[in-house]
């Protein structure tokens, strides 16, 4: 029920790093968002049989402790990505908003630390 989440957050992990290659760094963070997001709320499916519907990554942390005992060290560790990422999900779709390259560096560094971090649960 829940693989097509993990499926869509692979394809949103890949059009970050093609949007990054092409140097279109808001863009990389958007769709980093969105990879963070449905695998998170893959995890939470997987073990819980549902998913909150929300973006904000306190909150899908917070149920992630439930499942990954490190997950709020993660999360603690990379909090100002997170903002900024939650930020970019609104920022990039309406309002125009800009990100350097090294703030889109960061994102895909972390994503990828996260789908190592997390791997035994996705």
């Not at 990379?78 to 903002?83: A, D, P, Q, R, T």
């Amino acid at each position: 029920m829940s693989d097509f989440l993990k499926r869509n957050a692979e394809y949103f992990k890949k059009k970050a790093r093609e949007a990054f290659e092409e140097g279109v760094y808001s863009f990389a963070l958007f769709f980093a968002e969105q990879a963070f997001q449905l695998y998170i709320k893959y995890i939470l499916a997987k073990r819980f049989g549902d998913y909150p519907k929300t973006h904000r990554f306190s909150v899908l942390f917070e149920l992630l402790c439930n499942v990954v005992a490190d997950a709020k060290k993660f999360y603690e560790e990379n909090v100002e990505l997170f903002e900024i990422l939650e930020d970019s999900y609104v920022g990039v779709r309406y309002l125009g908003r800009e990100y350097s390259r090294n703030t889109a560096e960061k994102a895909l560094k972390v994503l990828d630390k996260f789908k190592e971090a997390f791997k035994d649960v996705l």
